[in-house]
């Protein structure tokens, strides 16, 4: 079973640019997250979609970050303008349906570095 | 769902020895689940235990859960270098949301 795609891996961009990550969950997934990690802590969930809805988003940013899941299957995560602090690996995850005790399977993630 | 506060923030140990590392909550839980994170696998869901589970094992693990006390230890047993990671607890209360604690690191030395 292919796991959970992510690109690019690594990206460099400079404050004030824009900047946009890609997932592509487990085939069937009903459920995608997309999380920010910054270096040393936890990851910090960003957006929850089920199927092409959201059902929670109230840690992103939302005047700089947007995503979308177009059709309920990839994502992409869009951060307009950046800032020093998105510095971080940004995780997206994906599980079979929403429930409490779903395992969420992970992507590698993508390494965001603003200068 | 809450943030679990996992304990120590780092251990340190031999190849061989046991590894025990410890996540605290504070209030009722339905279910906590362990993940580790290490650079080669990324993050990986590694168990689940339901409230009304006590203990639970898979291979070299063995989760322990007491809701008297809200907390759930992880033991590793005869660890191996590649067992060098950071390892998160996640309780959930009932919502759909995970929610990572700063992570115990783990490290092996072979």
């Known amino acids: 079973e292919a796991g959970v795609a992510q690109s690019p891996r690594y990206k460099i961009i400079e404050k004030r640019q824009s900047v946009a990550f890609w997932c592509n969950p487990i085939s069937g997934h009903a459920t995608l997250y997309w999380y920010q990690q910054i270096l040393g802590q936890g990851p910090k969930l960003l957006i929850q979609f089920q199927n092409n809805g959201v059902v929670d988003d109230s840690q992103l940013p939302k005047d700089r970050f947007s995503a979308e899941r177009l059709k309920g299957v990839d994502s992409t995560l869009k951060i307009q303008p950046a800032k020093l602090e998105d510095s971080a690996v940004y995780l997206c995850?994906?599980?079979?349906?929403?429930?409490?005790?779903?395992?969420?399977?992970f992507g590698p993630g993508t390494r965001l570095t603003v200068l | 769902s809450q943030q679990g506060e996992e304990d120590p923030q780092a251990l340190s140990i031999q190849e061989g020895e046991n590894a025990t590392m410890n996540c605290s909550y504070k209030?009722?839980?339905?279910?906590l689940q362990w993940y580790r994170q290490n650079s080669g696998r990324g993050l990986v869901h590694l168990i689940l235990i339901r409230s009304n589970e006590r203990e639970k094992h898979s291979g070299r693990l063995r989760v322990t859960l007491d809701t008297s006390k809200k907390s759930s230890s992880l033991l590793i047993t005869a660890s191996r270098a590649a067992d060098t990671a950071s390892y998160f607890c996640?309780?959930?209360?009932?919502?759909?949301?995970?929610?990572f604690g700063a992570g115990t690191r783990l490290f092996v030395k072979a």
């Open positions: 995850a994906s599980s079979l349906v929403i429930s409490q005790y779903n395992e969420q399977f």
């Open positions: 996640a309780p959930n209360t009932g919502g759909f949301k995970t929610i």
């Open positions: 209030t009722s839980i339905n279910n």
